[in-house]
Every structure is written in C-alpha cells, then in structure tokens.
Nanobody
C-alpha cells in the first residue's frame, strides 16, 4: 500500500519561502497515470487544491497560486516538493500530500500544520 508523509517547517515568517516535501513509500512516483498532489486546508475553510506533478513530470498549478508556487520531484528519493514563495498569513493551513489516479484519490499523508507568522 502506498504511504505518503509530509515534512517541513511548522512555522514560516511572512515573505519567506515555504518548502514542504512528501516522501512516498510502497510505490513509485513514476507509476503510470498517477498525479502527485498538494492540497491545503486553511483554518475554518475547505480543502484547496494547490499543485500537482504527474508521473511523467508534467506540472499543474492552481491559477490562484501559480505565480508563487512550484513543484519538483526527486526520483532517487521518491519524493516531491512544494515551494510557495512570498508567504502571507493567508497561507496558514494544514498541508496534505496525496495521489490521484483517474477520478479517484489514493492515499493521503497525515497532513502538516504550517503557520505563517512573524
């Protein structure tokens, strides 16, 4: 069974860059037709899709965050990483990594709380 685990800082200062890594075990991030995804949930709000990288390496960005976000992957470590630049307190959220195959969501990480505050 595929398992995902988020890692990164819990506290980031405004204007800095947030970097979160998702480590995947039990499966490869190059598995055909899988989209490795970051989703976040701000306090009191619903889930927000942020960014994804396909098994092929193609990347997809939320229009709302496209100018500040990037996603990359490390095939040797079976990881994918979100970077979010120029963060503000509105980026405070629980960040989840997950995978999507067709119309189905696969495994999710447990989520990691990120707080943007000085």
């Amino acid at each position: 069974q595929v398992q995902l685990q988020e890692s990164g800082p819990g506290l980031v200062k405004p204007s800095q860059t947030l970097s979160l890594t998702c480590t995947v075990s039990g499966g490869s991030i190059t598995t055909d037709s899988h989209f490795w995804t970051w989703i976040r949930q701000p306090p009191g709000k619903g889930l927000e899709w942020v960014v994804a990288i396909a098994w092929s390496g193609t990347t997809y960005y939320s229009p709302a965050l496209k100018r500040r976000s990037s996603i990359s992957r490390d095939l040797t470590r079976n990881q994918f990483t979100l970077q979010l630049n120029s963060v503000t307190p509105e980026d405070t959220a629980v960040y989840y990594c997950t995978t999507r195959y067709g119309s189905s969501w696969g495994s999710w990480g447990q989520g990691t709380q990120v707080t943007v505050s000085s």
